[in-house]
């Protein structure tokens, strides 16, 4: 095991465009979310985004001549990812952001970062650095202040707050799970858009058994705002941006791979301002930033090299 130097300016030419559009995409999403939770159960509503992105994924690889055809054992590493992240991960966000605004849970996400780089040592044996074990002991302490000011500002009870935030940290071990998954010979063998088409239709099967049994038959809410959510958050957010963000783990890392992460939160605590009417206090805006800083510092920090 050494350190990796920091990336060449080659490197950083390559991955900036796809680095900006995810980021642009997924800062959004958070708002757009909230526009999925009401009427249709949450299950169903996860479903159908990630169907509306299996479908565009196969109508990809099929354009592109993608080898679809899979081995037993390809298919079992892509149902585990699919599940982690497009069916565990996802019921989760959804869940939270009905206890806390969109711009919270978005910050919180940011953690990914963390969480990728302790996978990354847990199961490639890739060492963590002391800037990025500080920068991450910053961002640990922005989060509580943020948790801080959102028990004593939100209307909600603490506990329904708490469970907010926490569903967002169970979120993150199986989006960091499908993230280090990236990583692998196996699963990096495996072209992209069929990777995505499997993965995600595994996903959006364990999605539809889950959501059939604990709240019932399929249920689908015809209105311009519901059904334009689904066809952004599945074609833009998820098969666009999945694309893009694997991509980009798969040349740079699962924990470079989350920065990504870093700049998210900015977007989505401004558009949660907008639209969610998010008051800012001394405590939040302090927490906000010490996220950001950790982040960065964690960011900036050498990476292990396999």
């Known amino acids: 095991m050494r350190l990796a130097p920091p990336l060449g300016e080659a490197t950083k030419g390559r991955v900036m465009i796809p680095f900006a559009i995810v980021t642009f995409l997924w800062g959004s999403t958070w708002l757009v979310i909230r526009g999925q939770l009401g009427d249709v159960p949450v299950g169903w509503s996860v479903c159908y985004r990630f169907l509306t992105a299996a479908v565009t994924m196969f109508v990809v690889a099929l354009a592109t001549r993608t080898r679809l055809r899979l081995t037993w054992t390809e298919q079992g590493l892509l149902a585990l990812m ?83 935030i926490g569903f967002v940290l169970i979120a993150l071990v199986f989006a960091s799970i499908a993230n280090v998954m990236q990583s692998t010979a196996r699963m990096r063998a495996i072209p992209m858009p069929a990777m995505l088409a499997w993965g995600m239709t595994w996903g959006a099967l364990a999605n539809a058994l889950f959501a059939y049994v604990t709240t019932g038959p399929p249920h689908i809410l015809l209105t311009p705002v519901y059904i334009g959510g689904v066809l952004y958050l599945g074609i833009c957010a998820s098969a666009l941006a999945f694309t893009l963000y694997f991509g980009l783990i798969r040349a740079i890392g699962p924990a470079r791979g989350g920065y990504v992460n870093v700049l998210t939160p900015v977007l989505a605590m401004i558009l949660s301002t907008i639209f969610e009417h998010y008051v800012w206090s001394i405590e939040a805006a302090a927490g906000g930033l010490l996220v950001i800083a950790g982040l960065i510092v964690a960011m900036r920090a050498r990476m292990p090299t396999r």
């Open 82 to 164: 699919g599940v982690c992240i497009f069916c565990l991960n996802f019921n989760f966000i959804y869940r939270a952001e009905a206890h806390v605004t969109s711009g919270i849970v978005a910050v919180v996400f940011a953690l990914l970062l963390v969480y990728n780089a302790v996978a990354g040592w847990v199961f490639l044996g890739q060492p963590l650095s002391r800037p990025f074990l500080a920068g991450s002991a910053v961002a640990m302490a922005g989060i509580g202040l943020l948790f801080e000011h959102e028990l004593r500002a939100s209307p909600r009870s603490p506990h329904e707050t708490a469970l907010g």
